[in-house]
């Protein structure tokens, strides 16, 4: 029973994981970059929640934070990152580690190396009983099925509509997406957009469920990394995937000793990168 | 009148350097008995910048290895020295080399892990490999767990033979991972990493084994990362997991090379020493200098991806002749 527990746990967590890795899974897609501060905007959306909400309320401050993220996240790419592309693949990786090290420390400045969390009242308490020995909390479901959604909602946005089949076109040939009068700066903004979006709403649940730090970006990242390569680069669905089998290694770890948790995790990532490289679900070819 | 072209290595410049730097190395191995204890100290620090500088920049800039995760070998390097000399009583200057040798031992096979990576996805899979270690170790309750232990093998030395001691060991270091770099870049392996560097693919179909090279740099470059690591315990007298194993020293390491110039020696060397005072001004303003140091970063990357040091030189010249250049033989007069 009690492996149970660690394994619908573990499941649920997976849904978080899966949320703070598709925009990262999405944005090296399309450009081939590795966003290096994926983790830290996602905790940079969590703070401005926090800061937000001593004003308003809980709702409204996500509302308002997440287009602001998108907002960021389309300028970031046009202003800065567009510009880096032609000059080969370290540049970007530069750049977005230096966002890193900026974010962290913007943070640090406003708000201290405290700990914080996004408070969701009762909500974060609220749980449902489904047997004696097993409980779901609210918010771990609800951070799951915002996952799922999600992973669905971006399918979806890929496959049927102009913007995502233009998203496509530029990911597979930049060339032919101009040729056929994709503007493909435009549409790396809008990548980065969604991406960011994703790491905001990610942010926001992890906030609503542990407490955070501005050193904690990096951590998100990690965890956002090992998810997509679990799960098989370019595969949306292989990120849900990895981010699950991700949390299940790490409840498990966890329940054997409470310190093995995040460790547990490493190991099930350095497992599949020696037997399975290529991840769970890889990109077909040609599809 | 037929023009006639001369291949060489170097420029006039390299003709002299040879004594110059005889002469600087000689002052540097003299400077204890000259400087006091504060200088001392100043110089190991520097020097230990310029080590990871040089050796983060064989990596990427050479190599084509970009890595954010090389703080996994400062750790290991620091964690052997306190476990050798401390534990196992061997003498701590020996125990810096074999700190170093242990390095390329783990660099080996996990180097086999992180291949299989590219890209981004190589960088941050570095990073993962040194969380690992750092995991591992705080495990390790001989070697302090999460709170760290401190280096004791110097214990029984006075301060100015213990200090004068460390200097020249760093002095040592530098000078090794230099000359190394220096010989390895004149070598056939230098050759093929430049031509990895510039497009694997092409140097692959004429006959380069990208994997095998690229292996060898990343355990000669980890050993290099040991010895920065021990160096450091050395000066600090104690060693913690989180800040042995703080991905800060990738970000001093990218900044340093990146300002300096990736892809040269004397770029990193540059960047170091431009890093050095740049921190020694800004350390006051706590978290704004490392804001300062990301956008400084940012600027130079977008604007001057040559570094400082290409800017300067403008890539005419070289104070380590590695490179081949062309030049006219018989130049004609008023052409």
């Given at each position: 029973m009690i492996w149970t527990n660690a394994i619908i746990q573990g499941l649920l967590t997976g849904g978080l994981y899966a949320l703070l890795a598709c925009g990262l899974s999405l944005i090296f897609g399309v450009m081939r970059i590795v966003n290096l501060s994926h983790g830290d905007f996602s905790?940079?959306?969590?703070?401005?929640?926090?800061?937000?909400?001593?004003?308003t309320n809980l709702i409204l401050a996500i509302v308002l934070v997440l287009p602001v993220m998108a907002l960021l996240g389309y300028l970031l790419q046009r202003g800065v990152l567009n510009r880096s592309l032609s000059k080969g693949a370290l540049t970007p990786l530069l750049i977005t580690f230096a966002f890193s090290i900026i974010i962290q420390n913007i943070l640090l400045q406003i708000f201290s190396s405290d700990n914080r969390s996004v408070q969701s009242g009762r909500f974060a308490s609220m749980s449902f009983k489904i047997s004696k020995n097993l409980q779901i909390g609210a918010l771990p479901l609800f951070t799951f099925l915002v996952g799922v959604l999600l992973t669905l909602g971006l399918h979806y946005f890929l496959t049927h509509s102009r913007v995502g089949r233009a998203l496509r076109a530029s990911s597979d040939d930049p060339g032919a997406a101009d040729l056929v009068g994709i503007n493909n700066r435009h549409i790396y903004g809008?990548?980065?957009?969604i991406g960011l979006f994703a790491a905001g709403i990610g942010g926001v649940l992890f906030g609503m469920r542990t407490q955070f730090a501005p050193s904690f970006g990096p951590i998100a990242l990690i965890f956002a990394f090992e998810s997509v390569i679990i799960g098989g680069l370019g595969?949306?669905?292989g990120t849900l995937i990895g981010g699950i089998v991700l949390g299940i290694g790490q409840s498990i770890g966890a329940q054997i000793q409470p310190s093995y948790g995040?460790?547990?995790?490493?190991?099930?990532?350095?497992?599949?990168l020696i037997f399975r490289p290529q991840g769970l679900m890889p990109k077909q070819k040609g599809k | 009148m037929t023009i006639t072209y001369a291949v060489s290595r170097g420029t006039k410049i390299n003709k002299i350097l040879p004594f110059v730097f005889t002469a600087l190395t000689i002052a540097l191995i003299a400077l204890p008995k000259v400087f006091a204890i504060p200088y001392q100290v100043k110089f190991v620090q520097a020097f230990i910048l310029i080590i990871l500088a040089t050796m983060w920049n064989l990596l990427a800039g050479f190599g084509g290895?970009?890595?954010?995760?090389?703080?996994?070998?400062i750790g290991i390097g620091a964690y052997s020295l306190v476990y050798l000399a401390?534990?196992?009583?061997?003498?701590?200057?020996?125990?810096?080399?074999?700190?170093?040798?242990?390095?390329?031992?783990?660099?080996?096979?996990?180097?086999?892990?992180?291949?299989?990576?590219?890209?981004g996805y190589f960088a941050i899979g570095t990073w993962v490999i040194a969380e690992i270690i750092k995991l591992f170790v705080v495990q390790v309750t001989v070697l302090g767990g999460g709170s760290g232990i401190s280096f004791g093998a110097f214990a029984g030395m006075g301060r100015e033979t213990r200090i004068a001691a460390i200097?020249?060991?760093?002095l040592a270091a530098i000078f090794l991972t230099l000359l190394s770099t220096i010989l390895l870049m004149r070598s056939k392996l230098g050759l093929a990493l430049t031509a990895i560097r510039d497009d694997q693919t092409a140097a692959g179909v004429l006959g380069v084994n990208v994997l095998r090279n690229r292996r060898t740099v990343f355990v000669l470059v980890s050993m290099g990362f040991g010895l920065a690591g021990g160096l450091v315990t050395m000066s600090n007298l104690r060693v913690q997991p989180d800040d042995i194993f703080s991905v800060n020293y990738s970000a001093i390491m990218i900044f340093m090379v990146v300002i300096g110039g990736l892809g040269t020696i004397e770029g990193p060397i540059f960047g170091a020493i431009f890093y050095y005072f740049l921190q020694d001004r800004l350390k006051d303003y706590g978290t704004w200098y490392l804001i300062i140091l990301g956008l400084l970063g940012i600027a130079i990357v977008s604007l001057a991806p040559e570094g400082l040091w290409g800017w300067i030189s403008r890539n005419k010249v070289s104070f380590f002749a590695t490179k081949?250049?062309?030049?006219?033989?018989?130049?004609?007069?008023?052409?």
């Open positions: 905790i940079l959306a969590a703070y401005g929640v926090v800061a937000l909400a001593m004003h809008i990548a980065t957009a595969s949306l669905w995040v460790l547990a995790g490493h190991l099930v990532f350095i497992a599949i | 290895l970009v890595s954010i995760g090389q703080q996994a070998f401390d534990i196992q009583g061997i003498n701590p200057f020996i125990g810096l080399v074999l700190a170093a040798v242990i390095c390329g031992v783990f660099a080996f096979p996990l180097s086999f892990l992180v291949f299989r990576l590219s890209g200097y020249w060991s760093a081949y250049r062309i030049s006219q033989m018989n130049k004609e007069k008023g052409a």
